[in-house]
């Protein structure tokens, strides 16, 4: 009865998105038919659709996984967006200062550097919040617009394309690029990077003795600092991780889909990363489904444009829905769901 | 002193009123939201509501008015979403305020091509000119820097004394300080801490529209995709800022305006530093005032955390 | 004709009742003790009249008139007024105030607080309730907050006042002015209930006492026509076991723990001042004192939570006084906190991983990094046989166990490893009888084990069941330590938990 109610209560969350997507189509003038048509094709239509659904897929994941590992602990990141872009500085500085490097130690050091600088960006909040117990949610949103603002001013100065008149940096060495899978497509190793990071967080979150002090932080810290365990280190450690994994994203962003340093090589995925984390339940596992999820909710929305003339903007919108109905749930559905 | 300074000064004086201008009244609005215990990150989907319902409805009455009013309902709107969602739903503030910023990012751009469509041109609307206070206009620097200004400027001008006096003067500020510091306390003297929360997610709302409709109707004369621009989230930096005390928001926000009015200016004249060593600039200048306020706890008690009446 | 009437009054939370139909009468200016072991119903059914909570069903009459508050507002407004054991003060705003609070006062919403003020000291003296208007209520004592809890209900021309234990915070000489307070508002017509379960105290100050069990009404009696004994009959439902104590086995191989002029300074206030104890093995050392009188600080001096300003603290001759909580525990201190949901547990976790909060860091249970699942669900099934926790498997959180089989799963978690040392701080607050009794026995357990066992409680009666040795705290310092014997003098210990050591020893010469 318990179960039956809360998959009700999700089947209503769908079927009201549903409607409301429906009702956007309508607005627009469009075949609602052809609109999902177009929809489903522009995921599945094709070979290389689908593999634009995982390189999205690939920053959300990474991202989405970091802000789970904060959120554990009781670090809510909202940063990172910015952590993400400080990642993409990391590789892009070092590929062109360790240009010599051969590919088997450039991936594996611009990686590492990715994971220092994204960290770096989210541990200064995190110590902020656990040493003086100022919030995160406020420094973390700050810091996410001056890592922007540092990559703009970068782009046009020091690191700047002199061949180029846009902002932006010249290409990456070959030997700092993440190998492409099919030539076909834009898919490149950086899903592998996704995957054993996913693989590497689970079992540091569920198995470890470090991830067992993070989760009874994140659930109690008053009781884990009576048991003994360090509140302050366990935050400082989790927020340094949550970064990292966002600068990674960085790293593959840049070394794998652009191959240089530019503005807006995130379109807020930062942003979603929450909601990815939300909807994935801060599980490695539901981190990884509702990244593919969200990712093909683009990708689709981009086909829909294309075939049905329905602006992507719907995504956005979508996304916006389905976070606030999760949050009215319980209160939606009060009567299928047992009193708690 | 040198008359071309003076005039150079009453210059960016002008800019930077106008630039705060919506920071002044989003600001306050979140003050007053934070202050009864609702931490609204989506001060910006407020904006960009209260931009887009502004805008278009001015577009299609051609009376600016309505449009005002108008921006007002959109920012109500989404405030209100916010206040349901934590108040009843007792949800998470945090995320609700930025799925809400996911929406009417989506919801505004999408709303928006359904009217007018692709467009190479945007189409445009007039906007509130300056009106001249009589006798206050003449004083010299300050004059026209606040008193020969549009009609939004003297609506944040007088939101802050009013929200000043509400603050520090009445007994409703009491009672809103009381509903975010010790909501069980408020509730066992008899306030309705429900109620009194949605009245601070209310005004929160109309504050946060007329600071979104002041882009449109007050500055720019049109309507863009994502034309606040983060201005919700400087807004949140500007309470920081200014401790949720309306003059503090007023200073935080003109020190913000003349950075912006600053970096406007040199990109015109064409000097050579990036205009992002401005725009970061009240984000450092917010994390350094963080650092300077440790050790004071500035926050209201129950910021962020529902209140359960029946709770056990 | 009853000023209140109660008929029936039923409540449930989560499936559990609370309130089974109720029925309680109060007479026009009498003081009526709702008597009761905690989780009776007592403050269940004072929230449901004054609109905290919802009833699930029956009838409140009041002034014969039949009435449903959804709120306190409207409870406030028929002059019942109600003080929670926990203030409802917002101890960043001014007496003043928190007095006037949600009042529309004339002038309203520009409070004229001279005038405002006036009206207060006026109330206050009335009643011998002084009090500075203009102080923070973040700067007051636990006494003082207390008074200005009453003149805000009598600000308010409350005709019922309403108390939830109002005197478990107090010293016994603060405790008799409060009730010199009770007198006065007696005979100016007002009636009072007080929801304790403090037995010896309401005989001296109350008319009439109504005795809740297990969320039912016992029995409504005149205090005059009835007896402590039949009163603690009728509260707890059967007579108490008295414990056997046997003499300590002395062992000269060790040392105890030890407190050495420990002092604690935190924010310039004197937590703990030069505090120096120690416990023999197999001894328990019992600190009686009323709450908030430096106890909390000092179990966590203890256990290292808190590092003392100044001192030595040290365990079977190791110099434990720079070491981590850890290292603490890992050197055999057992803790069980008077807070077992904020210190204790993790709510969330289910009982295997609440285990882990010590064996975390426990050698056999890590193998090759990782914690060795199968060995801690072992080591949780066999702590849940042993000490007959109930729970519907080791999977559900400790939120959905009762209070007992919370603290059950704390007392086998921290007496795991046979510890040299147990810091028990209220260790059976909020049980039930049962529960009491078995956390007793376990701790009379350990000390015939050699264990060395400082108890803490706001529970005299508890004290003097189990300790070996009293000491008094006050104000961070302890005023004394005697052997628990026959002829102890109890109102040498009332004094001093208020703080009279003058007083003390002139009577003792």
Known sequence: MKQSGNVLSFLGIAILTLGISILLILMVGSNVNQAFFSFLSGIFGSFYSVSEVLVKAIPLIL??????????????????????????????????????????????????????????????????????????????????????????????????????????????????????????????????????????????????????????????????????????????????????????????????????????????????????????????????????????????SLGMQRMAGVPTSISSIIMGVVVLLILARKSLFRRLLPDE | MDSG????????????????????????????????????????????????????????????????????????????????????????????????????????????????????????????????????????????????????????????????????????????????????????????????????????????????????????????????????????VVVILGRRNPVGIFAAAMVIGFSQALQYNLQTLGFPIPTQVFSMFPYVVAVIVLFLSIGKSIDPSALGIPFERNKR | MALLSMKNICKSFFGKRANNRVCFDLMPGEIHALLGENGAGKTTLMNILYGIYSRDSGVILWKGQEVSFTSPREAIACHIGMVHQHFMLVPTLTVSQNITLGLREKGYPFPDRKALNATITEVSEKYGLEIDVNAYISSLSVGEQQRVEIIKLLYRDAELLILDEPTAMLTPQETEYFFEVLRKLRADGRSVIIITHRIPEIMSITDRVTVLRDGCNVVTEKTSDITEQELSQYMIGRQLNSIQREPIVPDAGREGLLLEDVSLKEKNIKGLDSISLQIAPGEIVGVAGVDGNGQKELVEVILGIRKQSSGKIGLDGLDMSSMSVLERKKLGIGYISDDRQQDGLVMDMNLTDNMLLKTHTEQQFIKGGLINARLVWEDTKKVVEEYAIKTPDLNTPLRNLSGGNQQKLILAREMAGDPKAIVAHQPTRGLDIGATEFVQQQLLQRRSKGCCILLISADLEEILLLSDRIAVIYKGRFMGIFPNTKDLNLSHIGLMMAGRTSEVREESL
């Open chain 1, 63 to 300: 991202t989405g996984l970091g802000v789970a590992v904060g959120a554990r602990s009781g670090f809510i990141n909202i940063g990172a967006e910015g952590q993400l872009y400080m990642g993409a500085i990391a590789v892009t500085c070092m590929a062109f200062w360790l240009n010599d490097l051969p590919a088997i130690l450039m991936i594996p050091l611009v990686i590492l550097g990715g994971f220092v600088f994204g960290g770096v960006w989210s541990v200064i909040p995190g110590f902020l919040k656990a040493r003086f117990g100022i919030s995160e949610v406020i420094t973390t949103l700050m810091f996410n617009y001056i890592a922007i603002s540092i990559v703009g001013i970068l782009v046009r100065t020091i690191l700047k394309d002199p061949s180029s008149s846009l902002p932006m940096s010249a290409f990456l060495p070959d030997s700092a690029t993440l190998p492409v899978f099919m030539s076909t497509t834009r898919l490149h190793a950086g899903l592998l990077v996704a995957l054993i990071s996913v693989v590497l967080v689970w079992i540091l979150v569920w198995k470890t003795p470090i991830g067992y002090e993070m989760r009874a932080v994140g659930l109690n810290p008053r009781a884990s600092k009576c048991s003994g365990i360090s509140v302050y280190k366990n935050i400082v450690l989790s927020s340094l991780i949550s970064g990292g994994l966002a600068g990674i994203a960085g790293v593959c962003e840049v070394s794998g889909l652009h191959h240089k340093l530019l503005e807006g090589i995130s379109p807020g995925y930062g942003y979603i990363a929450i909601i990815v984390a939300l909807l994935g339940k801060n599980h490695p596992l539901g981190v990884v489904i509702s990244a593919l999820g969200i990712a093909a909710l683009q990708v689709g």
């Open chain 2, 5 to 236: 300074f003076i005039a150079l000064v009453t210059m960016y004086l002008i800019a930077s009123v106008r630039m705060a201008t919506p920071l002044i009244l989003a600001g306050l609005g979140e003050a007053i939201s934070e202050k009864a215990g609702i931490l609204n990150i989506g001060v910006e989907a407020i904006m960009l509501s209260g931009a887009f319902f502004s805008f278009i409805v001015a577009f299609f009455t051609g009376n600016l008015f309505l449009g005002l009013l108008a921006g007002i309902m959109g920012g109500i709107f989404v405030s209100m979403i916010h206040g349901v969602l934590s108040i009843h739903c007792k949800a998470n503030q945090t995320i609700a305020g930025l799925a809400l910023n996911f929406m009417m990012m989506g919801l505004t751009s999408f709303l928006f091509l359904i009217v007018f469509g692709q467009t190479t041109t945007l189409p445009s609307c007039s906007v509130f000119s300056e009106v001249k206070i009589p006798l206050l206009s003449s004083i010299p620097i300050i004059g026209s820097a606040l008193f020969n200004q549009n009609i939004f400027v003297y609506i944040a001008l007088i939101s802050i004394v009013l929200t000043a006096i509400f603050f520090y003067k009445t007994e409703w500020g009491i009672n809103l300080h009381a509903v975010g510091e010790h909501p069980q306390a408020a509730n066992s003297a008899g306030l309705n801490v429900f109620a009194i929360r949605y009245f601070a997610c209310f005004v929160n709302g109309v504050l946060g529209g007329l600071g979104g409709a002041s882009i449109t109707l007050g500055q720019l004369g049109f309507f863009m995709e994502n034309v606040t621009s983060g201005r919700g989230y400087i807004a949140l």
